[in-house]
């Protein structure tokens, strides 16, 4: 079912933990929610399940009104870091709970719910552990049950908060391709929250960064990637470097470097500037082509090379990416070379 959140605010004390949120996620459609720490997923998330109620705005299932909804009558599935299973009970009985919790008049009977289960397990590939208790399950396993228990009430609105959080690297990286697998099989409209920008870009049909409490910007993962609409949004989603100038005319100027500026890749049209180019987007050129800089360090990873370089009067240090084969003769720490940023964009600073 498709959601409609319009102007949505939060307050706790003196912090606006939401601030007039808009947003509408089409029927179907996973979307991912990606802000650091205290920028407000969780809160959204909550208003959204009917666990807190917002000072202001309203929400939309379909064309209906559910802002004075309770948590049952919204018909939401939601899966926690830490909403743990229920310890005492199987993996089936964790999973057919909601609709066991139902009133008698909404209860499906023993057998359909058993078949709901059944299906439930097959779908989340534990087809043989329906009688086991979570103790007896793997972290991974256990978030698998968790989703299978929130998509057991066929809710209008699947709501994941860092689900994946508590798990190692690896296994949180197989959870959310299979997750984005099933997704594509159920079709199920998700609102999907995470602090780490290379789970939303993977998984996610559209990318909602957020920052204090408001929207920053939306998009597919590409149109995030490839035009960040702020200096905050292009950190945020991947390594950057940051390289201080001015904009005069078409150029950016840094360095008596002039680079003439293509379409789109300036916010600003004149003044003080920065200009944001990822590590592996920096080119290394001779010292009098590009902006001059210090190799400060050189570290390799396999067939990847980062060198740190200074380019003089720029507070940090850089970072470039680039692949080299083993044999491949390298700048030297204490050398000198030119940068060149192949890709960029360019904010006001
Ligand atoms: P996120 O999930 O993105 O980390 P939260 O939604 O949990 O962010 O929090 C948003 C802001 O609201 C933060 O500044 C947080 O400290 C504040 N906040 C969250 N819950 C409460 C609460 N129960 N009381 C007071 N402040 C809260
Ligand atoms: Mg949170």
Do not use: C
């Not at 079912?1 to 003196?14: F, N, P, R, V, W």
């Not at 396993?141 to 066929?154: E, F, H």
């Not at 079709?187 to 409490?213: I, K, M, N, S």
């Not at 597919?220 to 990637?225: F, N």
Request: aromatic share 6%; glycine share 8%.
């Amino acid at each position: 079912m498709d959601l409609h959140i319009q102007g949505i605010s939060k307050q706790y004390a003196d912090v606006a933990a939401l601030d007039a949120i808009d947003l509408d996620v089409a029927a179907g459609e996973l979307v991912a929610l990606l802000g650091p720490s205290g920028s407000g997923k969780t809160t959204l998330l909550r208003v959204i399940a009917g666990l807190l109620h917002p000072d202001s705005g309203r929400l939309l299932f379909g064309d209906d009104d559910a802002t004075r909804l309770s948590l049952r009558e919204r018909n939401v599935g939601f899966v926690f870091q830490h909403y743990a299973l229920f310890k005492h009970m199987t993996v089936a009985e964790n999973i057919a709970f909601g609709l066991r919790s139902r009133p008698r008049s909404k209860r499906p009977n023993k057998a359909t719910i058993a078949r709901r289960v059944d299906e439930l397990l097959t779908l989340i590939q534990l087809p043989e552990l329906g009688g086991r208790y979570p103790e007896q399950l793997s972290g991974g396993q256990k978030q698998r049950v968790a989703l299978a228990r929130a998509l057991a009430i066929d809710p209008h609105v699947l709501l994941l908060d860092e689900p994946f959080g508590a798990l190692d690297a690896k296994v949180r990286v197989e959870l959310r391709r299979w997750l984005r697998r099933l997704h594509e099989q159920t079709g199920q409209t998700t609102l999907f929250v995470t602090h780490d920008q290379e789970e939303a870009l993977e998984l996610a049909d559209r990318v909602v960064v957020l920052r204090d409490g408001r929207i920053e910007q939306v998009g597919t993962p590409d149109e995030i990637y490839r035009a960040p609409a702020s200096a905050y949004v292009f950190d945020f989603i991947g390594r950057a470097n940051a390289i201080e100038g001015r904009i005069d005319g078409d150029h950016f100027i840094a360095h008596d470097q002039p680079l003439r500026l293509g379409n789109g890749n300036a916010d600003v049209t004149t003044g003080d500037a920065r200009l944001y180019v990822r590590p592996h987007d920096l080119a290394l050129v001779a010292p009098d082509e590009g902006w001059p800089a210090r190799v400060i360090a050189a570290h390799r990873l396999a067939d990847r090379l980062t060198l740190e370089l200074q380019v003089d009067g720029q507070a940090k240090p850089l970072e470039l990416d680039l692949s080299a084969a083993p044999d491949a003769e390298l700048p030297a720490p204490g050398s000198t070379v030119g940068l060149k940023p192949l890709r960029y964009r360019i904010y006001a600073a």
